[in-house]
């Protein structure tokens, strides 16, 4: 319906408190004839031209010195196309006018938005290049339903925060405009009028690309075209395929020597991935790349979701970099933070001048530890904006899997909380069931939409079936990270060899749960900062025997049940804690028989080890394919079992905790026959001591821990060898 062109109006219009401004403005049949108004601030003259014909057919008059004109077409009843000339001080333009335009969103569209249904929500919301007609521009649309009034602002207004504002669609609370003003590459803001009367400039939730902290602005880009995930690429997720990754930060794996800059994304696709390839990892985990504004939060403090962070380059620049990694048969996960956000005031935080995003009650909506907001998992709008970002990235940026970080934080609504903190669920418990509702429908909308594509839960807690489907009550993950193992086997770690024979369990306690969940061993980077030093620095003894409890410590780990992950720097023993702020100790590897080089070598050997012994990675989550040989000796700290795979074929572990050399130890087997050793940490290779059993050992008949065979061994100190049948 037009708005009578009154002077209250029009001031309502140009201080921005107008809802609706294609009521006033555009072309209008009305009363006295066919009207045009426009508000055009700093114009001097304005002019209607008939597109069809080319000719003008009106001059509209200055109703307001701030910039409003209006006029009647003379002897014109009926609409019809038009566009304006418009004299500034210094020049002439012709435009387009962003309010002859219809509505933009379709129907259908709002209905699975408001619905909580729409899979792909960045399809719509958000700065998209269209074509209306024969015009080009940019369509913009964000979700605010309290607001009064909200503008787009950027570089095609001179951020004039008066010059466009958006059209309410009323049944969804979305705003939407159409400006043939805007183009790729331009910065762009919301001006929002809050419920409080209160203007914000807000940044776009929905933003494919941002600037380089300190600015904010959203940048107008293209959405990436869709990349397929080929076969070979879902079968290298699988539950029996071998998965081994290489947990990293962009900024702090290396830098430039001379300034320690960060590298580009094309840098790193030309360094990064061929040493991923050379070490023979089948993963990179990335640390979250979405855009954020602080560094010393490693990512983990997003508020771009949709925007891979501008620090290292373009959105298209990294997307070659995960192109690059594919083509080098590595697979890319990301780290992804749907469980809580900062408060900047230009990110989601009351985002119309209400908890849009958030949890009104700070008792459910805020973060004690991070001190950020949690997201309400229970508002349909919410949950299509974060269910939506896994098909976006999987989709556009072809990502093979993603890690949620902070699993249980969602989980409980008392997390991190004391009594009195929190407030209980409906059913007066402290799970927060909206949370796992959203968790459940984004894993089951990803495994049906995105077929071999994973996810991965950083879950602390003993919450059931965090692996099981949805649809059998669980929360639908692929993986979860074993927390407890890390912890336990860390713990043994670090003491003494002569006390571990009292920790004995915390080597063997992670069987009697391993196979509750799917689980992946990390040693992730949580483990190396806020002063618990780095991996090396956490082993015992003397530099020789650091270096060794590593070696037995990292090959105990690449046998035991479940997939790997290890954090960048652990893979040649850095001695530094962690340190975002600079690139990793590369140097340590100038001296090629320096220990550093003796662990990168060993951490290369054993993922090639790994991936080509099926029984060390086919049947992880199978009970047939883990059996303990000797469990029970605690006065030796030895360990011994077999990993099997479907075909029955075997590979014995074998690992000595101390730094005692057993002469004749015995070690009792199924199979007959002269065994291998295809792997021994102890390795002059790796700068070990070179104990060991020159290559080969015969089984005798000898009956021993009820098996059939045995096998009698040299181990070395502080060790682990795998052994084969050969063949």
């Known amino acids: 319906m037009s708005v009578a062109v009154t002077k209250k109006a029009i001031e309502k219009l140009i201080n921005g408190f107008e809802s609706d401004p294609f009521a006033l403005l555009g072309m209008h049949e009305t009363s006295i004839g066919l009207e045009v108004r426009v508000f055009l601030p700093d114009a001097t003259a304005v ?29 014109r009843k009926r609409s019809f196309t038009y566009c304006l000339a418009v004299t500034w001080q210094n020049n002439q333009d012709i435009i387009e006018d962003p309010y002859r335009f219809g509505v933009l969103l379709q ?36 979700w605010a339903p309290n607001a009064q009034s ?82 070979s690429r879902q079968q290298a997720n699988q539950r029996n395929a071998p998965i081994s990754i290489y947990e990293v930060h962009l900024g702090s794996w290396r830098r430039h020597v001379d300034d320690q800059s960060w590298l580009s994304y094309r840098e790193l696709a030309e360094q990064l991935i061929p040493y991923v390839k050379d070490m023979g990892f089948t993963h990179i985990e990335l640390l979250p790349i979405n855009e ?53 005031d230009y990110g989601l935080r009351c985002f119309d001048g209400t908890a849009l995003y958030e949890y009104a009650d700070r008792r459910e909506g805020f973060h004690p530890d991070w001190n950020t907001l949690i997201y309400n998992y229970g508002r349909n709008e919410v949950m299509n904006y974060l269910s939506g970002n896994l098909l976006y990235w999987h989709e556009h940026f072809a990502i093979d899997g993603f890690r949620f970080d902070a699993v249980a934080s969602m989980l409980y609504r008392d997390y991190s909380r004391k009594e009195g903190e929190w407030i209980p669920n409906k059913h007066g418990g402290r799970e927060n069931l909206e949370a796992i509702d959203f968790i459940r429908h984004t894993n089951k909308l990803l495994g049906t939409t995105c077929s071999g594509t994973i996810t991965i839960a950083e879950e602390s807690t003993d919450f059931p079936g965090v692996t099981l489907p949805p649809d059998d009550d669980g929360l639908g993950f692929n993986y979860k990270w074993n927390m407890g193992w890390m912890h336990d086997t860390l713990s043994y770690m670090q003491l003494d060899p002569i006390y571990r024979k009292f920790h004995h369990n915390q080597m063997t306690f992670g069987m009697l749960y391993a196979y509750n969940e799917n689980f992946v061993l ?26 060794a409890n590593l070696r037995t410590y990292l090959a105990f780990m690449w046998a035991f049940p479940g997939k790997k992950l290890l ?151 502080l060790a682990t060898l795998y052994l084969t049948v050969k063949d």
Request: aromatic share 12%; hydrophobic share 35%; proline share 7%.
């Open 47 to 75: 002019s209607v031209i008939d597109k069809k014909s080319g000719r003008k057919v009106a001059i509209l008059e200055q109703k307001h010195p701030a910039g409003f004109y209006s006029g009647v077409i003379p002897r």
């Open 567 to 717: 954090f960048m720097g652990c893979e040649f023993a850095q001695w530094r804690e962690w340190n975002h702020d600079s690139s990793l100790d590369w140097h340590l590897l100038e001296n090629p028989e320096s220990p550093h080089k003796g662990i990168q070598h060993l951490v290369r050997d054993l993922n090639g080890c790994y991936q080509s012994y099926t029984p060390l990675y086919e049947c992880d989550f199978d009970r047939n394919g883990f059996e303990w040989l000797t469990v029970d000796d605690q006065d030796n700290s030895v360990f011994a079992f077999c990993r099997r795979d479907k075909q029955g074929n075997e590979v014995v572990v074998i690992c000595n905790f101390t730094p005692v050399v057993h002469h004749n130890y015995v070690v009792g087997v199924y199979r007959a026959g002269a065994y291998q050793e295809i792997l021994n940490s102890d390795s002059e290779f790796y700068n070990g001591s070179n104990v060991g059993n020159l290559g080969e050992i015969k089984t005798t008949t000898e009956v021993f821990n009820g098996k059939p065979n045995s096998l009698t061994l040299t181990l070395p100190p």
């Open 522 to 547: 990390p040693l992730s980077h949580d483990e190396f900062v806020h002063g618990k030093g780095s991996l090396i620095g956490r082993m015992v003894g003397d530099d020789w025997q650091k270096f």
């Open 150 to 231: 909200v503008s787009v602002v950027g570089d095609f207004s001179f951020w004039d925060e008066r010059r466009f504002p958006m059209r309410l669609r009323r049944e969804s609370g979305i705003w939407e405009l159409f400006l043939p003003q805007a183009q790729l590459g331009e910065r762009y803001k919301y001006a929002i009028l809050d419920i409080n009367g209160q203007r914000h400039l807000k940044a776009d939730p929905y933003a494919f690309e941002t600037q380089v902290r300190p600015e904010t602005a959203s940048v107008i880009n293209t959405l990436p075209p869709i990349q397929s995930m080929p076969l």
């Open 292 to 344: 954020h504004p602080f560094d010393g939060s490693w990512g983990y403090q997003p508020l771009g979701l949709y925007s891979p962070t501008r620090r290292f380059g373009s959105p298209m620049d990294f997307r070659d970099f995960i192109e690059t990694a594919h083509q080098a048969g590595i697979s890319v996960i990301l780290d992804w933070v749907p469980g809580h956000f900062p408060e900047d």
């Open 107 to 142: 129907e259908m569209d709002i209905w699975f938005l408001t619905q909580g249904h729409h899979s792909r929500p960045y399809q719509c919301l958000g700065a998209h290049p269209v074509t209306l007609g024969d015009i080009n521009g940019i369509s913009f649309a964000v």
